[in-house]
């Protein structure tokens, strides 16, 4: 069985791939924030300080009206016009929505053609809020965006298998200090490595040749079979 399950060619591999496609997204002339709240929270302060254009306007939604944000709206059933954002910023939000099907169907009707969106979803992470739903595996990330002509998937981070060991053993305190969470997590990834090594070459006969690399085979076991989450891009 082909661990990437016939998706390996949208598998952006690159460890540190997040902030480019981020940048991407931030740096449009108009992105729409999904579940943003406002112009001081956490996700306007990243699109911001990413953003390369000075001309980007950022619009800010949530269902919640106290939190004061540009619009008012649930992304599965928007009642934003088709076609009026050139990006759009879906950062944690989908399993906080109860049909993530039609909030991503919304999201490519909200968006130019040629327009791109920036997405993360959790995967092993704690349950934190009475609207928290879903959880997504990197198979499940890939069905929901084959609405869009193009689309990457890649890590939110380095941290992996290491993340989320900390992640159980601190219950999830150690996610407060990023650094700290990154270096100890590297640790771990690093001495699993060995065994992972050993396996591949272990198992070689039992593989079609060139079926999968060794960094490819690594790669699966520290940062898609365990991770606290996974992200997207992709055009409409």
């Known amino acids: ?138 198979t499940e990330l890939d069905r929901m965006l084959r609405v869009f002509r193009e689309y990457k998937l890649f890590l939110p981070d380095g941290n992996g298998y290491g993340g989320v060991l900390w992640q159980v053993l601190t219950f999830y305190q150690i996610s407060k200090f990023p650094k700290l969470w990154h270096a100890l997590s590297a640790v771990v990834n690093a001495a699993i490595a060995v065994p992972l090594t050993l396996a591949y070459f272990a198992t070689r006969s039992t593989r079609t040749p060139n079926e999968i690399s060794l960094s490819q085979y690594r790669f699966y076991y520290i940062h898609l079979r365990m991770n606290h989450g996974f992200c997207a891009w992709a055009r409409k």
């Not at 496609?21 to 929270?41: C, F, M, P, Q």
């Not at 954002?85 to 039609?102: M, Q």
Request: some cysteine; charged content about 25%.
């Open 1 to 138: 069985m082909h661990l990437f399950k016939g998706i390996v060619d949208r598998i952006d591999f690159r460890v540190g791939a997040r902030i480019e496609y981020e940048r991407r997204v931030a740096s449009k002339d108009r992105v729409l924030d999904i579940g943003g709240r406002n112009a001081t929270s956490h996700s306007q302060k990243t699109l911001r300080e990413l953003s390369t254009n000075t001309n980007t306007s950022i619009v800010s939604t949530d269902i919640v009206a106290d939190y004061a944000p540009d619009l008012v709206d649930d992304i599965c059933d928007t009642q934003i016009p088709s076609g009026t954002f050139d990006g759009v910023y879906c950062a944690a939000v989908l399993e906080h929505v109860e049909d993530y099907a039609a909030a991503v169907n919304n999201i490519h009707k909200v968006l130019k053609w040629g327009g791109e969106v920036f997405i993360y979803v959790p995967f092993f992470w704690c349950f934190h809020d009475l609207m928290d739903y879903h959880r997504f595996t990197f």
